[in-house]
């Protein structure tokens, strides 16, 4: 199963037992986020300019990047009446899809919500945890060849619901261009200023501030690699989410699911760039074929056919394997952003899953009402990173901090124990301080 199938639209086929697995999965899951010297060198200036210019640097790189021709920030501000007006204006049918969506991507991250919490020892000490919300977020929306107000509820809802008092949303606009969806989104999701501003300059704003653009706590939303690369850099004075790549798909099915309803579930990440990935497993080998010939026979039907064609041919695959447990470790070892368990039991499957960013399960279940309606977040861990990192949601615009108050007998029995250790490290001044509290 090496060559590709005359059937396929130039997918890549894989099985498990060809001698050069593993090399060739490793090269179709290889992707570098990281920017090039060049595009470093003009993100550091970029952030340089508005961090020393301000407003006059945004102006500038705005009427420059995306072909305006501004004379001020007043131009490139948008109040609550004109995001009003959008939500109001909007097609019925569009305006109560949104509402539908944001109402249960609200209801879904309320149950995220963490709560303070205390305890108290025997003797009086009382330790615990204080959680309380950022003070001011950034959400980065991105603009240009798409609009995305689906990323405007899952970047600003989860903010909202977990208190932030002050949420920032920039959004480039080349040619002028507004997006109503857009700014609807922004209006239902509780949006307090919007800036049509994007690209690195957008970052720098939101990391620095200027004098009309506030500075964040933290910045979350997807972009560009100058975006990307803008983000990687201003950590550590802000908060970040995480640095996306390209969108993911893993499809495990155990052949009983309809084989178009899988070449369209491939199709629904592949469509979103040329770097996106779509992967099918099956230890069916005739369901893979069925599947391989859905895909040819949709495949010219698609409006970004091209996308999709370049897509499957550089990152996607079908591959075969041996069985589920086979299934179930190609699945921890690929991390996928999102995985569609369609198979008769997804339940079963669940305990033996570690490492996914959202997980689909059943044949009826497809990705995309996660990337708009569903309600759990779309933002995700890409490229191998859910081993180690989470989808966005409301704790990531919350901060906890310890809570520790001794009583008087606690801190002498606490004070004798740090004295020991802190004389161990040979900080004197540290166990002094904790002696003093030391009751004979």
Known sequence: MNEASAESPGINRLATSDDDFDTRLEALLAWEGVSDAEVQQRVSEILAAVQQRGDAALVEYSNHFDRLSVAGMAELTLDAERLRQAHDNLPAEQREALAHAAERIRHYHEQQKPTSWQYTEADGTVLGQQVMPLDRAGIYVPGGKAAYPSSVLMNAIPAHVAGVAEIVMVVPTPDGVLNDLVLAAAYLAGVDHVFTIGGAQAVAALAYGTETVPRVDKIVGPGNIYVATAKRAVFGRVGIDMIAGPSEILVVSDGQTDADWLAMDLFSQAEHDEDAQAILISWDAEHLEAVAEAMARQLPTLEREDIVRASLASRGALIHCRDQDEALALINRVAPEHLELSVAEPQAWLPQVRH??????????????????????????????????????????????????????GASRLGATASVLARGESLTAHARSAEYRIRD
Do not use: W
Request: with cysteine.
């Open 356 to 409: 996914a960013g959202a997980i689909f399960m059943g044949r009826h279940t497809a990705e995309a009402l996660g990337d708009y309606c569903a309600g759990p977040n779309h933002v995700l861990p890409t490229s191998g990173t859910a081993r180690f990192s989470s989808p966005l949601g409301v704790y990531d615009f919350q901060k906890r901090s310890s809570l520790i108050q001794c009583s008087p007998q």
